[in-house]
């Protein structure tokens, strides 16, 4: 797998942001990938050194649309924490 297609967004919310106070970054990634394929794939996209990666699968939430009723797709989600005083420099508006 290529390193750009595994990550494939960040997740930015009031969690996440909090998160990024404490050195640790939220990205939607390919439901394919392992916890060493995404730590090495943010140590060469963003030249930084992770410690730690955590892997979750997010269910779809049930939602209506009229008549319809159906599921929003479920992805999975990393959480990657970084050695101290790293900082990701996209997240941070550079």
């Known amino acids: 797998m290529q390193y750009e297609s595994i990550l494939i967004e ?3 919310s009031e ?11 939220v990205f939607r990634v390919d ?3 392992t916890k060493t394929q995404v730590k ?23 939602k209506r649309l009229r008549y319809r009723s159906g599921y929003t797709s479920s992805w999975k989600k990393a959480v990657v924490r970084l050695a101290k005083g790293e900082t990701i420099k996209a997240f941070e508006g550079a």
């Open 10 to 12: 960040p997740v930015l």
């Open 15 to 25: 969690k996440t942001n909090l998160l990024r106070e404490e050195g640790q970054y």
């Open 31 to 33: 439901p394919r990938a």
């Open 40 to 62: 090495e794939a943010v140590k060469r996209l963003f030249e930084v050194h992770p410690i730690s990666c955590t892997i979750m699968n997010v269910k779809g939430k049930p």
